[in-house]
T-cell receptor, first 114, second 112 residues
Framework: AQSVTQLGSHVSVSEGALVLLRCNYS??????LFWYVQYPNQGLQLLLK??????LVKGINGFEAEFKKSETSFHLTKPSAHMSDAAEYFC????????????FGQGTTLQVKP | DSGVTQTPKHLITATGQRVTLRCSPR?????VYWYQQSLDQGLQFLIQ???????AKGNILERFSAQQFPDLHSELNLSSLELGDSALYFC???????????FGPGTRLTVL
């Protein structure tokens, strides 16, 4: 069975500092991996995805993530945090096959301090 | 704006009642997914429809059912509601062959 673990339910950084949100997955087959962001009272917005190919994936708003198969990780980074990055971030996995259902991690709330 | 619409935005009802949540996918998307987001369970996959047919089922209660109509919109029916059904319900859609899903704004259900 697939699962996703996000380390740290709350992460706090200063504006301009590096953002690092951790995600580890377990999957018996090569996974598809995603990061979504949820702003208060809104739906989920896709930040970036890994399906095949290049393991370093760039997304919107300056975020990127690297797929590391040996570490079963897909950590999300951004070099310099902005106040507008404060939100909840979800890592998700799906597997190849007929259904694309997503399995989500528990989420990480990012706080950005001025 | 993802292009996925959900109505209503908020729903307040009483225990034992039945409600219907509606979702319209992005133009051209044949797959519709329903998810439940609650504080204790997080984001959980409920059910997927593809072009009118059920394709996958997750942790969906027997009191819940869904369908996808010929115009591809989908409805999630929740019956015999309990306090614990209070949650955000999201609909998402995707194009066949693509793995990313686009989410609607959600329906917040409050059961009193």
């Amino acid at each position: 069975a697939q699962s996703v673990t996000q380390l740290g339910s709350h992460v706090s950084v200063s504006e301009g500092a590096l953002v690092l949100l951790r995600c580890n997955y377990s999957s018996s087959v090569p996974p598809y991996l995603f990061w979504y962001v949820q702003y208060p009272n809104q739906g989920l917005q896709l930040l970036l995805k890994y399906t095949t190919g290049a393991t370093l994936v760039k997304g919107i708003n300056g975020f990127e993530a690297e797929f590391k198969k040996s570490e079963t990780s897909f950590h999300l980074t951004k070099p310099s945090a902005h106040m507008s990055d404060a939100a909840e971030y979800f890592c998700a996995v799906s597997r190849s096959g007929n259904t694309g259902k997503l399995i989500f991690g528990q989420g990480t709330t990012l706080q950005v301090k001025p | 704006d993802s292009g996925v619409t959900q109505t209503p935005k908020h729903l307040i009802t009483a225990t034992g009642q039945r409600v219907t949540l509606r979702c319209s996918p992005r133009s051209g998307d044949l797959s519709v997914y329903w998810y439940q987001q609650s504080l204790d369970q997080g984001l959980q996959f409920l059910i997927q429809y593809y072009n009118g047919e059920e394709r996958a089922k997750g942790n969906i209660l027997e009191r819940f059912s869904a369908q996808q109509f010929p115009d591809l919109h989908s409805e999630l029916n929740l019956s015999s509601l309990e306090l614990g059904d209070s949650a955000l319900y999201f609909c998402a859609s995707s194009v066949e062959g693509a793995r990313e899903q686009f989410f609607g704004p959600g329906t917040r259900l409050t059961v009193l």
